[in-house]
């Protein structure tokens, strides 16, 4: 609750009834013109996999995952908290070839997640994976691809503002680039969400390179697992939320290990253990294709473009009684 933000006379410009239908055509024209940008075909995905396997994402490495054990099956499994490794596995096993990828919706439970306007217990992403060549292992080509999914977004928010002309959500495709270091040294004194507001508001629409090593303070920017993203060629889009006057994050992205960088980050990480699964004994053999992906909050692009101050007013989820009161009382109307 110390977190929520409530902006002084907010009220929603949709309707309940009409939020869920700009939902439906958000999702819908966003997903086409991302597979369209980026030459992604749809594919079903997990809810759950083997502890033993893996292959879940360990995020920061200390967010607690939601498991069980099973009537008919050894082992313990658990429910994903995203599947940047999965995706990855997939299109080796699905016959992938360069140039070409996949897209999923993905739904998990972070249970140790802070509820607030931007945060829930539920999320809710297209998880995206493409096969790539060794040269398309650099920054140029990380940068094309965030200028496409940009481009994704805005096409979506015309399309949504032609059937609701009451929003007025504007998304700059001028994509501003910067790396965590180079943000480090401008604002020195500054914590990280601080150089996020400061530099997104300045230029609306950036992505946040280099993203899980120690910086030169002897900080990281952010955590991130060491086995999916190779932290050099990695980063996360955020947009300028007007309503919430913060910057928004819609997409951890990235171009993934190979062998070099993922043994090296494994070392930095302590995790070298980790070697001996089958998902990551692939990747240091060169089994598996080279690759760049990432996730796209579906309930943080909705609540961007739909000018909504809560991720509740686009998603069912769990809050307290104690934030939906104090939402209800500051014309956030939760569903």
């Known amino acids: 609750m110390s977190n929520l933000v409530f902006p002084a006379g907010y009220s929603s410009a949709l309707s309940r009834k009409d939020t869920q239908k700009a939902i439906k055509l958000v999702k819908d024209t966003f997903q086409t013109a991302l597979s369209k940008e980026l030459n992604l075909d749809r594919v079903t995905a997990p809810l759950m996999v083997t502890k033993a396997s893996g292959i879940n994402d360990d995020l920061n490495g200390v967010e607690r995952k939601v498991h069980f054990t099973m009537k008919e099956v050894e082992g313990e499994a658990e429910v994903v908290q995203s599947l940047a490794k999965w995706k990855r596995m997939a299109l080796y096993k699905y016959g992938y070839e360069v140039g070409e990828g996949i897209y999923t919706d993905m739904n998990a439970i972070r249970r140790d997640d802070e509820c607030d306007n931007l945060h829930s217990l539920f999320v ?20 094309d691809t965030v200028k496409k999914i940009v481009s994704a977004l805005s096409k979506t928010n015309d399309e949504l503002k032609k059937a609701y002309p009451t929003l007025g959500c504007e998304v700059n495709e001028d994509v501003f680039f910067i790396t965590t270091q180079e ?30 090593d120690l910086l030169n303070s002897g900080e990281r920017h952010d955590g991130r697992a060491p086995d999916y993203d190779d932290w050099q060629l990695n980063g996360d889009i955020l947009v300028w939320d007007e309503v919430l006057g913060c910057a928004l994050e819609i997409s951890s992205m990235g171009i993934r290990v190979d062998a070099d960088s993922l043994k090296s980050q494994l070392e930095k990480a302590d995790a070298t253990e980790r070697e001996s699964f089958e998902f990551h004994k692939n990747i240091l053999s060169g089994k598996y294709p080279l690759t760049i992906g990432g996730g796209l909050g579906q309930s943080r692009i909705c609540m961007l473009l739909l000018q909504k101050a809560h991720i509740g007013e686009v998603q069912v989820a769990i809050w307290s009684d104690e934030m939906r009161s104090a939402c209800k009382q500051n014309g956030i109307d939760l569903l």
Not at 130 to 142: G, H, S, W
Not at 185 to 210: A, C, L
């Open 124 to 143: 809710d992403q297209w998880d995206w994976e493409k096969v790539i060549t060794k040269e398309d292992r650099n920054l140029d080509y990380l940068k």
């Open 183 to 212: 943000l480090e040294n401008m604002y020195p004194d500054k914590t990280p969400k601080e150089r996020e507001n400061i530099i997104t508001k300045e230029y609306k629409t950036v992505f946040i390179m280099q993203i899980g």
